[in-house]
């Protein structure tokens, strides 16, 4: 039973891999198989087709985005602590498996309608915990009044681009990068007393 498991996960990981750079549409079975060195028809003892394959990638990097963030969200922490830190966890989740983020922000399209649904359904889900801090915020008069849903979406917008330059190797980790950017955000929402 071990031994699947690793196969399977392997496949993932393999999978993510080539979708991310090759794309999907571009990407065969036969890559996969070849990538994993095992019979094309070996892969569908692990996934029913394709497009399963890829509904899963996308289901798992927004699992773990919201697996991660959800605890920092339903916290007691003041909201300019939970943004700063959801923004952190974010950031260090994009650039910690920048494959399967590079997939789940890039591929919906690929996806049939019922499915592509199930995504976005997600997604939704997910800029609602970052919307809910954000009016907790406002409400209690630490951020000041801004349009939430526009703020929103230029926070997702920077944190969600770091798997396309991100490196492990370059001059700052993951955690530094995170922290800059709640840094830019919160001096952007924070509520300033009258000079």
């Not at 549409?25 to 399963?52: C, F, P, V, W």
């Not at 920077?158 to 830019?184: C, K, L």
Request: net charge negative; glycine share 6%; charged share 25%.
């Amino acid at each position: 039973m071990g031994n699947e498991t690793t196969r399977r996960e392997e496949l993932l990981v393999v999978a993510a891999r080539l979708f991310s750079r090759k794309g999907y549409h571009a990407t065969s079975m036969q890559d996969i198989a070849d990538e994993l060195n095992i019979l094309r028809g070996s892969l569908y003892h692990y996934i029913e087709s394709k497009e399963g394959l890829l509904y899963e990638l996308m289901e798992l990097g927004i699992q773990t985005l919201m697996e991660r963030v959800r605890p920092i969200v339903e916290s007691d922490l003041p909201p300019d602590e939970k943004l700063a830190r959801l923004i952190q966890q974010h950031t260090v989740t994009i650039a910690s498996y920048p494959d399967f983020m590079a997939v789940f922000l890039h591929e919906l399209k690929s996806l049939s309608p019922p499915r592509r649904e199930r995504i976005l359904a997600y997604r939704q889900e997910y800029d609602h915990l970052v919307r809910r801090i954000l009016v907790e915020g406002v409400e209690c008069g630490v951020f000041r009044p801004v349009d939430v849903r526009v703020v929103s979406f230029a926070l997702l917008g920077m944190v969600n681009w770091v798997y396309q330059w991100y490196s492990p190797d370059g001059p700052r980790s993951a955690e530094e990068i995170g922290a800059i950017f709640a840094n830019v955000v919160l001096q952007g929402v924070l509520e300033r007393p009258e000079k």
